[in-house]
């Protein structure tokens, strides 16, 4: 199937500090999605990214869609408590209609 | 989670008997998509459906499981005989184009 990596698998950071996260693939991508998940909720959709090269914020939050097509990565800075969550990527494979999804990146946010 | 509805919120079911799950989508929204997702870890794909036909099963398991997307109505998840291991949490996810949005999930808990 196709394989999308989603790294780090975890993190446990400071309040106030940045962080990153991104999903690479062997695929060329025709979209980009960044879900977070709080407990016991669905995911929501935080950003889509249509182009290669594209770079979109929403608040505190910064992605981009790589040049290659092949990687995204998320952005959040200065971390607050309720950033805690699990973040998915996620995408549309060139020619398919089906997202695929990554395994998530659990955040935690220690004040 | 944009208008996409999920019921039951929670179902609880003895081994062996039936459990249905139910997946409104966004209004307009012809795709869904079904994912499970055991507590602490991703979201594994079953199905994506579009009205009246099933595009890609492959996450679906062999046996007890089948999903249906009709013409009017919402979409139905069926499991056949629950075990214990079906307990998990199983969520829709509506698209209408690029973007896909998630409901809150039916937590099925076997007992």
């Known amino acids: 199937g196709q394989q999308l990596n989603q790294s780090p698998q975890s993190m446990f950071i400071q309040e106030g500090e940045d962080v990153s996260m991104n999903c690479t693939s062997s695929s060329i991508f025709n979209t980009w999605l960044w879900y977070k998940q709080d407990p016991g909720e669905g995911p929501v959709l935080l950003i889509a990214l249509y182009k290669a090269g594209e770079l979109t914020s929403n608040g505190r939050l910064t992605a981009q869609f790589g040049i290659t097509r092949k990687d995204s990565f998320l952005n959040i800075s200065a971390s607050i408590p309720s950033d805690v969550g699990i973040y998915f990527c996620?995408?549309?494979?060139?020619?398919?209609?089906?997202?695929?999804f990554g395994k998530g990146t659990k955040l935690t946010v220690n004040p | 989670n944009a208008g996409v509805m999920q019921n039951p919120r929670h179902l609880v079911r003895r081994r062996g008997q039936e459990a249905r799950l139910r997946c409104s989508p966004v209004k307009g929204h012809s795709h869904v998509y079904w994912y499970r997702q055991l507590p602490e870890e991703g979201l594994k794909f079953m199905v994506y459906?579009?009205?009246?036909?099933?595009?890609?099963e492959s996450g679906m398991p062999k046996e007890r499981f089948s999903a249906e997307f009709p013409k009017e109505g919402p979409s139905i998840l069926r499991i056949q005989q629950v075990v214990r291991g079906d307990s998990a949490a199983y969520f829709c996810?509506?698209?209408?184009?690029?973007?896909?949005?998630f409901g809150q999930g039916t937590r099925l808990t076997v007992v």
């Open positions: 459906l579009q009205k009246e036909n099933i595009i890609d």
């Open positions: 996620a995408g549309q494979i060139g020619g398919s209609e089906k997202l695929v």
């Open positions: 996810a509506s698209a209408g184009g690029a973007e896909a949005f």
